[in-house]
């Protein structure tokens, strides 16, 4: 049983791999990605280092689902929506977008200020803090680290599955392609200071770190930013305030810079409160999964 489990396992990690190569379905592509920590929960006995390559498997998986829908950019140039998220902020911002009014207040033309950069690297520092909330559990308070990975990829799970229903274009797209005019344009400020920050180094590192770049509704930067500073703010008040301080923060970077909407935003903490608020009724279903993988592991390993 531990050498299928194996076997699923490294399926699960070629899969995605090798997708283009293969020219893999997306279908199959994620049942594999998302078998694998399944598997590996079967193929190894519970421990810390079980739990984060879990964890990874996960993300990988996830990686998977949110960049296929770019491995074709011109049939999801076809398929991505960019008016409506337009309509919706400029009622919020009662007739102006947000983000506009936030470069025209904020930014300078031609030039990206201190205040750019420091918004800037708050985005970047987004890669760091949704895992790194879940790395703190699973450090420091281990008896939440289980509840807390599992609040924090739902979210990752379920917001990845509206970027391959409802494909939505950023701002700075829709800038781009003539749907918003405004003056001064409205920028990419992260693009810019990126250029400038680390000069040749930057194309090769947004390639790699780009993935789908019209997958903006709703914001999994603000949503996974906000579970995290709910899940820190279970902890205790001083972690809770540095969490949605981050998350604050994160916020209006993400309109600033022109990479969200409001309504993206609003979206993405919409989602995060919906998985908190199904946690107790979906609470017996994963108990009852989780207990199943348990007794398969305990046979594998009997």
Same mark, same amino acid.
């Given at each position: 049983?531990?050498?299928?489990?194996?076997?699923?396992?490294?399926?699960?990690?070629?899969?995605?791999? /090798?997708?283009?190569?293969?020219?893999?379905?997306?279908?199959?592509?994620?049942?594999?990605?998302?078998?694998?920590?399944?598997?590996?929960?079967?193929?190894?006995?519970?421990?810390?280092?079980?739990?984060?390559?879990?964890?990874?498997?996960?993300?990988?998986?996830?990686?998977?689902?949110?960049?296929?829908?770019?491995?074709?950019?011109?049939?999801?140039?076809?398929?991505?929506?960019?008016?409506?998220?337009?309509?919706?902020?400029?009622?919020?911002?009662?007739?102006?977008?947000?983000?506009?009014?936030?470069?025209?207040? /904020?930014?300078?033309?031609?030039?990206?200020?201190?205040?750019?950069?420091? !918004?800037?690297?708050?985005?970047?520092?987004?890669?760091?803090?949704?895992?790194?909330?879940?790395?703190?559990?699973?450090?420091?308070?281990?008896?939440?680290?289980?509840?807390?990975?599992?609040?924090?990829?739902?979210?990752?799970?379920?917001?990845?599955?509206?970027?391959?229903?409802?494909?939505?274009?950023?701002?700075?797209?829709?800038?781009?392609?003539?749907?918003?005019?405004?003056?001064?344009?409205?920028?990419?400020?992260?693009?810019?200071?990126?250029? !400038?920050?680390?000069?040749?180094?930057?194309?090769?590192?947004?390639?790699?770190?780009?993935?789908?770049?019209?997958?903006?509704?709703?914001?999994?930067?603000?949503?996974?930013?906000?579970?995290?500073?709910?899940?820190?703010?279970?902890?205790?008040?001083?972690?809770?305030? !540095?969490?949605?301080?981050?998350?604050?923060?994160?916020?209006?970077?993400?309109?600033?810079?022109?990479?969200?909407?409001?309504?993206?935003?609003?979206?993405?903490?919409?989602?995060?409160?919906?998985?908190?608020?199904?946690?107790?009724?979906?609470?017996?279903?994963?108990?009852?999964?989780?207990?199943?993988?348990?007794?398969?592991?305990?046979?594998?390993?009997?």
């Amino acid at each position: 049983m531990k050498a299928a489990a194996w076997g699923v396992v490294a399926a699960g990690v070629a899969a995605p791999a /090798l997708r283009r190569r293969l020219r893999l379905r997306p279908p199959a592509v994620a049942v594999a990605a998302y078998a694998a920590p399944v598997a590996l929960c079967v193929a190894v006995r519970r421990s810390r280092t079980r739990d984060v390559f879990t964890v990874a498997l996960h993300m990988w998986a996830y990686l998977a689902l949110y960049e296929m829908p770019h491995d074709d950019p011109e049939a999801l140039e076809r398929r991505v929506r960019v008016r409506y998220p337009v309509l919706i902020d400029r009622v919020l911002g009662f007739g102006e977008l947000p983000g506009v009014r936030l470069q025209r207040a /904020l930014s300078r033309p031609g030039v990206t200020t201190r205040l750019d950069a420091v !918004l800037v690297w708050a985005h970047w520092l987004w890669f760091l803090v949704p895992h790194g909330t879940i790395a703190y559990l699973l450090a420091f308070h281990r008896d939440r680290f289980p509840r807390g990975a599992a609040l924090m990829y739902a979210v990752y799970d379920l917001g990845v599955i509206v970027y391959w229903v409802l494909p939505t274009a950023p701002p700075w797209y829709a800038a781009r392609n003539g749907a918003i005019t405004a003056d001064p344009a409205l920028r990419r400020l992260m693009v810019e200071h990126g250029e !400038l920050f680390w000069r040749e180094r930057w194309e090769p590192l947004y390639s790699f770190l780009g993935g789908n770049p019209l997958a903006a509704m709703p914001s999994l930067h603000f949503a996974t930013s906000l579970m995290a500073a709910l899940l820190l703010a279970d902890i205790g008040p001083v972690e809770g305030a !540095l969490g949605f301080g981050y998350a604050i923060t994160l916020g209006f970077a993400l309109v600033h810079l022109g990479e969200h909407y409001v309504v993206d935003l609003l979206a993405g903490g919409a989602l995060t409160l919906a998985v908190r608020r199904l946690e107790r009724p979906a609470g017996p279903l994963l108990s009852r999964a989780s207990r199943a993988v348990a007794e398969i592991e305990a046979r594998a390993h009997a």
